[in-house]
């Protein structure tokens, strides 16, 4: 089975513009968690989508948003970008139909994201 | 709220030496706990999970840990490190679908 993918692996983008990263989930997998790495505040969490419905949030503004598409896949936006908001975005999938879930979240290599 | 914490940033083990990593955590309900590992530039890769049953859990590349309710500890540990082993490890807790994060702990294997 193919493993998480994540595009592009790197991007740069300046002060003010908003980009848009991509995930593509684990064959089968229908939950999509992307997260946040940072030096300073470590592995944070963004958002969980399930079944194209966001099913629960993260302590971040809103100019973080995400979507989930009917086979799953998963795109998350920031807009009006800081330089702050330079970090590695991760992405994870996993079954996890339940919640609480005991499933394994299974992540992808990230997307790199710098703001100048 | 479930929280981690990893009170070590660094480990230094010497090649074919014991490997522990330490871990405590605090949650609501029961423990869903997990290990992961991050090479440079990489993303997160599984090594094992608690859910109940046997304390002593086994995982990928050798390693295991012991869930410990009493001292709500989960220390990862290998018997014998090697110096591929060197990376960036994590500890989490799963709660409503989401994992809780340890700062992580840098483990450097020396030759």
């Known amino acids: 089975k193919a493993g998480v993918t994540q595009t592009p692996r790197y991007l740069i983008k300046t002060r003010g513009q908003q980009v848009t990263l991509s995930c593509s989930p684990i064959?089968?997998?229908?939950?999509v968690s992307w997260y946040q790495q940072t030096p300073g505040q470590g592995l944070q969490f963004l958002f969980e989508y399930f079944s194209e419905t966001q099913r629960n949030k993260g302590n971040f503004p809103g100019r973080f948003s995400g979507r989930q598409f009917s086979n799953s896949r998963s795109e998350m936006n920031v807009s009006t970008l800081e330089l702050g908001d330079s970090a590695l975005y991760l992405c994870?999938?996993?079954?996890?139909?339940?919640?609480?879930?005991?499933?394994?979240?299974?992540f992808g290599p990230g997307t790199r994201l710098t703001v100048l | 709220a479930q929280s981690v914490a990893q009170p070590e940033d660094q480990v230094n083990v010497a090649e074919g030496n014991p490997l522990t990593v330490k871990c405590t955590y605090s949650?609501?309900?029961?423990?869903?706990l997990f290990w992961y590992v991050q090479y440079p530039n990489r993303g997160l890769q599984f090594l094992l999970k608690?859910?109940?049953?046997?304390?002593l859990v086994k995982g990928s590349y050798g390693f295991e840990a012991e869930f410990n309710k009493s001292q709500t500890s989960f220390h990862l540990k290998k018997p014998s490190a090697l110096v591929s082993d060197s990376a960036l490890y994590f500890c989490?807790?799963?709660?409503?679908?989401?994992?809780?994060f340890g700062k992580g702990n840098q483990v450097v294997v020396i030759p």
């Open positions: 949650v609501s309900g029961n423990p869903y």
């Open positions: 989490a807790a799963e709660g409503n679908n989401r994992l809780a």
């Open positions: 994870a999938s996993s079954l996890a139909g339940q919640v609480p879930s005991t499933d394994t979240q299974y």
């Open positions: 064959s089968g997998h229908r939950s």
């Open positions: 608690y859910i109940t049953g046997d304390n």
